[in-house]
């Protein structure tokens, strides 16, 4: 049974620092893109960011350019991590994780597993 399980969300002030994780299991992820996305209520699941399955390529959207970086661990690929710098208020939300079978960035159709998420806020 595949599982992806997002932890390291919590509450912060603005302009701290959170690193969130992402850890899959029930099969070989090592040729999946992975990416983050981000859900206020009342609004539609938004892409945060990306990262193909060697790692080498990543995207991200431009409300987190800069701000933002995604990884998958060295020592285990199937745990990707999304540290994320300099937070705004406007971050809030509940973040998820998924996997997808094949290239994958923005698009959350193009994903084939996700994570039941992590809540994130930020006060200002």
């Known amino acids: 049974q595949v599982q992806l399980v997002e932890s390291g969300g919590g509450l912060v002030q603005a302009g701290d620092s959170l690193r969130l994780s992402c850890v899959a299991s029930?099969?070989?992820?090592?040729?999946?893109?992975m990416g983050w996305f981000r859900q206020v209520p009342g609004k539609e699941r938004e892409f945060v960011a990306a990262v193909s399955w060697t790692g080498t390529n990543t995207y991200y959207a431009d409300s987190v350019k800069g701000r933002f970086a995604i990884s998958r661990s060295s020592a285990n690929n199937n745990i990707v991590f999304l540290e994320m710098n300099s937070l705004k208020p406007e971050d809030t939300a509940v973040y998820y994780c998924?996997?997808?079978?094949?290239?994958?960035?923005?698009?959350?159709?193009?994903?084939?597993?996700w994570g039941q998420g992590t809540r994130v806020t930020v006060s200002s």
């Open positions: 029930g099969r070989t992820f090592s040729r999946y893109f």
């Open positions: 998924a996997a997808a079978d094949g290239p994958a960035r923005y698009m959350s159709g193009d994903y084939d597993y």
